[in-house]
């Protein structure tokens, strides 16, 4: 039986085609058969000789787990693990790993729609196509009131950019459950609020950097934002229901919602909306981000293939699985 490492379609993506991804491939294939991620669901059928897999948005069933009895890691490239099934992975002995290494890409991102909606850039260049010269109200950051709904990673790294352009005036609110807040806050010369109905009602743009894909923007919040203001989403779109949205720019509750998600699903609601911004899933995908998330996974395949610990194991209980220990060594 041929041992194989299942591959996600970016690494297939001729737009990101680097002499590093191609040395990296290159190596694997040392490893194992590079076999392509099946394209909606990996079941018990894809599970024969695979001992590992770089994976981007396919789900992966129990039985998959449960027939692959030579895998030892599944790599997300990125960090969002909803379709990987954790659970079923640690009960199985394998690890799952995700590569934090994009943050900064997506951090540009949140940066470049909170000026573009400050300037009221989409609806300046709509009006310029349509042959409309009016000159329409638009805002500085400098001086105004930014908030940020989440502080990991990815916040801070926004929080970074963000505080020297709103200046001296300017007002930077954060609110996290998260016990090192106020020490963080501090770092960026930030205001902690309780609660996430404050950061809408003060702010004049709110950035949601949450995990999850539980919903936690509701109608409730959205009609406590300030009619000028707007919502920065870089995170997952089903955090923010889409029908709340959809009813509260209506009603002229706020004036734009950024999403990196298509106009998909619940997002079908926002096509031919010009007051939402919908990109596709591109936020932190740039070519030196995924130069640094294709080693990354390139690195934690490599070491699990090798009996070494990878990096950024998101079930580190996984360890301790009889599976796990035999090829570790510990």
Known sequence: MNTKIIIGPQFRNAEYDSEPRRQGLAQLEQLGELVDEPTDRMTADHAAGVVAGMLSNVTVADEFYEAASDLRILARWGVGYDQVNVAAATRCGVLVTVTPVHMDAVAEYTLAQWLATLKRT????RLAHSGDASIIRTYEA?????GLYGCGRIGQ???LRARPLLGPRGRLLVHDTRPDIAEIAKKFDAEVVDTPETLFEQCDTVCLHVSG???VVTYDL???MQPHASLINPSRGALVDDDAVHRAIGEGRFYYYVVDDPTTGTRAVHQGNPRVICTNHNGGISVESTIRLDQKCFEQVTDALAGR???HILNPEALSHPRVTAWLGK
Not at 122 to 125: F, I, K, S, V
Not at 142 to 146: K, V
Request: hydrophobic share 25%.
């Open 213 to 215: 894909d539980t919903t």
């Open 157 to 159: 790294e926004m929080a």
């Open 309 to 311: 610990q990878p990096e």
């Open 222 to 224: 959205l009609r406590r």
């Open 142 to 146: 400098q001086g105004s009131t930014l």
């Open 122 to 125: 989409y609806e300046l260049n």
